[in-house]
């Protein structure tokens, strides 16, 4: 029988590791993937046809590229997968498993970003910084977070798990978990309901409360009271009921 030194059997056994933890990786992003987007109808059409899984898998080969030290291959292959995808994500940003990027094009995540487990985005989206500090400048985004398409996230904040940040909103301040972020500045809202690990996706974009609007029928509301009020007083002076 003929035995390998112990160098070749401990590398061996690392590539076979390695190995079976990318055919995981892949495996939960497909499942990710049908979990969440209704128009995905076979694991080959996924495999193919998705450029967010595509952007998803070449920044995975960047990230650990890039943790070995290996920065300019790490850069060159994440600009290469944003002109094939339309998707650019830093190697060095930390992303966990379940990330779905739906159409994804134009999609933006930086250098410090950080983003939990089960994480859906759409198109137009920006985890930015806003600081020239090289330490830590882009968001951290917790669990089973959705990001609407052209959502903005800008600077060091969290967004806390569970939330979800409406189409075109631009958040600059953190929020906590559960919560329904609408508007330019962000408005956060707490939900009525909490969303938990264990519930379907909210992929529900129009249950957006609307701010501004429920504010001013609430002045409205107001000012007719005032009004109502101000037309008794008349009438009470009228009437000598009332004399100021």
Request: charged fraction near 25%; glycine fraction near 10%; proline fraction near 5%.
């Amino acid at each position: 029988m003929i035995r390998f030194p112990r160098y070749i059997r401990s590398n061996r056994a690392r590539k076979t590791q390695l190995s079976k933890r990318l055919r995981d990786f892949i495996r939960e992003d497909i499942a990710s993937v049908r979990q969440r987007d209704p128009a995905a109808r076979t694991g080959i059409e996924i495999l193919l046809v998705y450029p967010g899984l595509h952007a998803i898998w070449l920044y995975r080969i960047a990230h650990c590229w890039w943790r070995r030290g290996m920065k300019l291959p790490a850069r060159l292959l994440s600009t290469l997968a944003r002109s094939l995808t339309g998707i650019e994500i830093h190697p060095a940003a930390t992303i966990g498993p379940g990330l779905f990027i739906d159409h994804g094009m134009g999609v933006v995540i930086g250098e410090t970003a950080e983003i939990g487990r089960d994480v859906t985005m759409y198109h137009g989206v920006t985890l930015g910084g806003t600081s020239l500090e090289k330490g830590k400048r882009h968001p951290t985004v917790g669990d089973r977070v959705v990001i609407g398409a052209g959502a903005k996230i800008l600077g060091n904040i969290t967004i806390g798990s569970d939330s979800r940040i409406g189409a075109n909103a631009v958040v600059v301040r953190d929020v906590p978990a559960n919560s329904v972020v609408v508007g330019i500045p962000g408005h956060v809202i707490r939900r009525h309901i909490p969303h938990g690990e264990h519930d379907a996706p909210d992929l529900h974009h129009e249950k957006l409360p609307d701010v501004i609007g429920q504010r001013l029928y609430e002045l409205q509301d107001r000012v007719a009271m005032l009004e109502q009020t101000l037309a008794d007083l008349r009438a009470a002076c009228v009437e000598g009921r009332l004399q100021i």
